[in-house]
Nanobody, 124 residues
Framework: QVQLVESGGGLVQAGDSLRLSCATS????????MGWFRQAPGKEREFVSA????????YYADSVKGRFTISRGNAKNLVYLQMNSLQPEDTAVYFC?????????????????WGQGTQVTVSS
């Protein structure tokens, strides 16, 4: 049984920072990559960032490039999303997800496991 649990969301002001965490458990040895996604009210879920567990290579959506940083813990059970210079348009529920390697995971496709999400609200 695979579990992904996000934490670290909250209410902040524009320009502030937050760090999201994703704790994983279960068959984590099958993970090839981890990703962060977000879904704003009334909008479709969108890809934010991804990291390859093996080589640490990272990928970002253009909307967050230069402001957000994805990283992994030493053990294969933690992934983080450091979010700086937050803007109201970053308001969304943020989800972490795990990919076993199928599909274009670096573009947000081919994710097999999902967390429940954590709310991030940025006020202007």
């Amino acid at each position: 049984q695979v579990q992904l649990v996000e934490s670290g969301g909250g209410l902040v002001q524009a320009g502030d920072s937050l760090r999201l965490s994703c704790a994983t458990s279960g068959r984590t040895f099958s993970f090839y990559a981890m990703g962060w996604f977000r879904q704003a009210p009334g909008k479709e879920r969108e890809f934010v960032s991804a990291i390859n567990w093996s080589d640490g290579s990272t990928y970002y959506a253009d909307s967050v490039k230069g402001r957000f940083t994805i990283s992994r813990g030493n053990a294969k059970n933690l992934v983080y999303l450091q979010m700086n210079s937050l803007q109201p348009e970053d308001t969304a529920v943020y989800f972490c997800a795990a990919s076993r390697g199928g599909g274009s995971w670096y573009k947000g496709y081919g994710y097999d496991y999902w967390g429940q999400g954590t709310q991030v609200t940025v006020s202007s």
